[in-house]
């Protein structure tokens, strides 16, 4: 814990405090109080029949789908600016140095706070051991902190390099990712035990929002008009989000259904944030998918970020407003991540599957009131968790 505000990012500090940028932090509120939602609710039955976009469904981008990218986003934004800062005050090996030790410890954290799905019972039984070993690293260790951590070492390489250079390595990642699912990797991450957010090799596509951000950064330091700066982030984020789309109408299946032939077809695929009753298509590697985080999923999210960025750039830079709920939560993202987990343990088994919709969004409402009185009191305090 510190009694000191933390850093906006929390994998890469910088050595003196800033003024903290309103937008990114209502920004960053706004996100962790969608997970929270999302995370809460898209579980039970009734959810998925009466308000299917805040459940994940890993056919299509739901609103629920869109809250992810928007932490890695973030990340990005926050990660540029304070590693930009770090190395001008103590050099970049020191700055280099900071930011693989924050972000290993972020793994730690990550290896602490996820636990592991199922037990190594015996002692001779390998067969369990590989299955626990399995599990774990597809479904257990790779969710948000593990892929920050993992995200934000694998662009390190470049988080102070020209935008162009960091352009093409968004490209590059995404590209890389493509060819890997279309090699083995989209099989092994939609075969049990499915994989989460991706998976292991998640980050390549999850380096897509987060570059993202860091070019979002890059307009918001260049760009002195708040006015301009809304508009550019507006028309950048719909111009992604377009491409996205665009991509996602392509349709290749993975090389043991496609038999190495590269057979692309095009057709139009369902809208994002739209539920449809018709399935898409699966064993399809532009589906804009979670589970798979498949590359036009990343790069839709990556362009939602950008239009709510703006939103709050009008709203906040513009407008002056400022909501404390979105400030306590954006200012302490790292504790109101693992008060959460711990508050809805507890609550969670008093809701059944089935339970109606105006008992699903009480106890909704209840836990999520009892993670912001917990986050609250830490802000109230001057207690930020960060590494």
Not at 17 to 30: C, T, V
Not at 263 to 275: D, N, R, W
Not at 284 to 289: A, K, N, Y
């Amino acid at each position: 814990m510190s009694a000191e505000p933390p850093d906006p990012k929390g994998a890469a500090g910088a050595p003196a405090s800033a003024p903290r940028l309103a937008s990114l932090d209502q920004f960053r509120g706004y996100t962790v109080l969608g997970m929270l939602l999302v995370n809460f609710v898209g579980s039970f039955a009734v959810i998925k029949a009466d308000v299917p976009v805040l459940a994940h469904h890993h056919t299509y981008c739901s609103y629920a789908d869109t809250i992810m990218p928007q932490f890695l986003f973030a990340v990005g934004f926050a990660f540029r600016l304070t590693f930009a800062r770090r190395r001008d005050a103590v050099g970049p090996r020191a700055a280099y140095g900071h930011a693989v030790r924050r972000n290993l410890a972020l793994f730690l954290v990550a290896f602490a706070v996820y636990s592991v799905g199922s037990r190594w019972e015996k002692w001779d039984d390998l067969a369990q051991r590989d299955a626990v070993l399995l599990r774990w690293a597809k479904q257990d260790l790779f969710q948000t902190l593990g892929h920050i951590a993992v995200t934000s070492l694998w662009v390190l390489p470049v988080i102070a390099a020209r935008p162009r250079v960091r352009f093409g390595f968004a490209v590059f990642s995404g590209a890389l990712h493509l060819a890997l699912s279309y090699w083995f990797n989209y099989r092994w991450a939609n075969t049990p035990p499915n994989g989460v957010d991706g998976g292991p090799l998640g980050f390549l596509t999850w380096a897509v929002p987060l570059l993202a951000g860091t070019l979002a950064c890059d307009l918001y330091q260049a760009v002195a008009s708040r006015g301009r700066l809304c508009g550019l982030l507006l028309v950048a984020g719909l111009a992604v989000g377009a491409l996205a789309y665009g991509l996602s109408c392509l349709h290749l299946a993975p090389s043991d259904l496609d038999e190495w032939r590269f057979h692309a077809t095009a057709s139009a695929a369902a809208p994002p944030l739209v539920y449809v009753g018709v399935k898409p298509p699966t064993n399809d590697l532009f589906t804009m998918s979670q589970r798979s985080g498949s590359l036009t999923y990343t790069l839709f999210g990556a362009g939602v970020s950008l239009v709510v960025l703006a939103l709050f750039v009008l709203a906040c830079d513009i407008g002056g407003l400022r909501w404390g709920v979105f400030d306590t939560f954006g200012s302490n993202a790292l504790a109101a991540y693992i008060i959460h987990g711990l508050v809805f343990d507890a609550a969670k088994p008093f809701v059944p599957r089935d339970a109606p919709l105006w008992y699903v969004y009480t106890a909704c409402g209840l836990a999520l009131g009892l993670c912001y009185m917990f986050v609250r009191h830490l802000e109230k305090h001057r207690l930020f968790l960060k590494l």
